[in-house]
């Protein structure tokens, strides 16, 4: 099945044609210079630029395909979590696709397609634990097969990705900084006993990263002197960290890896049937976090299912390629599909064919 996949619910505008699980091609127009500006994504910038890209990167998408509309044969969308606006943008435009052509639309968990986006590089696993940590989740999954994909825990504040970005903040990096913290890190070693990993003395699966933040502010507080480069610095080829901002990029990194470590170690021993390890999202670009749970995965027997970095973070490839499936299973929308802001629920709300 030939499924268009189209990403809008944040600061990417993304169109993709994925068949029979292969990505065909992808056309992806980042806002983040845009939005690096104010510091974070401003939503109703977004939703404009959105609505600007939409329809010349389908242009753009078919002419390096060589498909042509007729070949298209359903439409898959992002439906949520993301921002209202900017999802309404994409559904809006995957609407009028399917009922002007009169094909299936499907409205996709963005979740469930970051964990699963694995699949157009290896075979999908199952029964496994997956584990996504993206910009505004940090969520833990037991996950039985495509269709049937269970949280087990969530942040209780800030996500990873919250944590690393306001953490760059503070240090003066441009945003979003996740990947600025995990560049300069990389050529000191850790100082483990810097921060406290937070959020392990329980016995539960959930995460909360609030704290970590606050106790990197207070540290940075006492020592003014870290925060030394200007944002056009740190983008300079060639720019080396001063060694003790290194040490501190080093070190809140591997917090942030090895709590994630303890957690999803505890998620797979509530999981032993579990054959596999899924870890996605933008954090699971990151080096450290990479690293780790290649070494998790590697002692518990497990297999890791890990996209290379460009599949990490948000893609329109995932979503035609999660779309592709739900729609084999029967899985698909009416023109009442809503979008779901961040925050809330997504419900499993697919037509009569579900075939659940
Ligand atoms: O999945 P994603 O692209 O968008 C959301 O759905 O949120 O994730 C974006 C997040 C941002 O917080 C960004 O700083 C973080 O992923 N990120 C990284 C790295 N690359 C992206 N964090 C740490 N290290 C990286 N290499
Ligand atoms: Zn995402």
């Known amino acids: 099945m030939l499924c268009l996949g189209i990403e809008s619910s944040c600061d990417e505008t993304a169109m993709a044609l994925v068949q029979d699980g292969v990505l065909l091609g992808q056309r992806i127009v980042s806002q983040v210079d845009m939005h690096a500006v104010f510091g974070g994504v401003v939503p109703e910038l977004a939703s404009r630029e959105h609505l600007r890209w939409l329809y010349p990167l ?23 979590p993301g921002l209202l606006g900017s999802l309404l943008t994409g559904l809006g435009f995957a609407k009028g696709l399917a009922y002007g052509r009169g094909i299936p639309l499907i409205g996709v968990n963005h979740l469930m397609a970051h964990l699963l986006a694995v699949g157009m590089e290896r075979e999908l696993i199952f029964p496994a634990v997956g584990l996504l940590v993206s910009g505004g989740h940090t969520h833990l ?24 970005d306001k953490v760059a903040k503070l240090l003066n ?23 406290p990993c937070p959020y392990l003395r329980n016995t539960n699966l959930d995460f909360s990263f609030s704290g970590l ?21 740190i983008l300079a080829p060639g720019y080396e960290p001063e060694p003790d901002l290194a040490r501190l990029c080093s070190s809140f990194t591997w917090t942030v890896a090895e709590t994630l470590r303890v957690k999803t170690a ?32 590697a002692q518990r027997g497990v297999t890791l299912l890990l996209p290379s970095p460009g599949l990490c973070t948000d893609n329109a490839a995932m979503i035609g390629f999660y779309g592709e499936i739900l729609g084999e299973a029967g899985c698909v929308h009416d023109l009442e599909l809503e979008a779901i802001p961040r925050g809330k629920p997504i419900p499993w709300d697919y037509g009569e064919l579900t075939g659940r």
Do not use: W
């Open 173 to 195: 990096f441009p945003y979003p900084g996740g990947r600025h913290l995990d560049a300069l890190g990389q050529g000191a070693a850790p100082d483990t006993t810097l921060f």
């Open 58 to 80: 389908l242009d753009d998408l078919l002419e390096a395909t060589g498909a042509v509309m007729a070949d298209i044969q359903c439409v898959a969308v992002a439906r949520g």
């Open 266 to 297: 505890r998620a797979l021993g509530q999981c032993p049937d579990a054959k596999g390890l899924y870890v996605a999202g933008g954090v699971a670009a990151n080096t450290v976090v990479r690293e780790v749970m290649g070494e998790l995965a």
């Open 141 to 164: 999954y037991a996950m039985r097969s495509p269709l049937d994909i269970q949280l087990l825990g969530r942040t209780l504040d800030d996500a990873a990705g919250e944590a690393f």
């Open 213 to 233: 933040k606050t106790a990197v502010s207070y540290y940075v507080q006492e020592h003014p002197d870290l925060v030394r480069a200007s944002m056009d610095t």
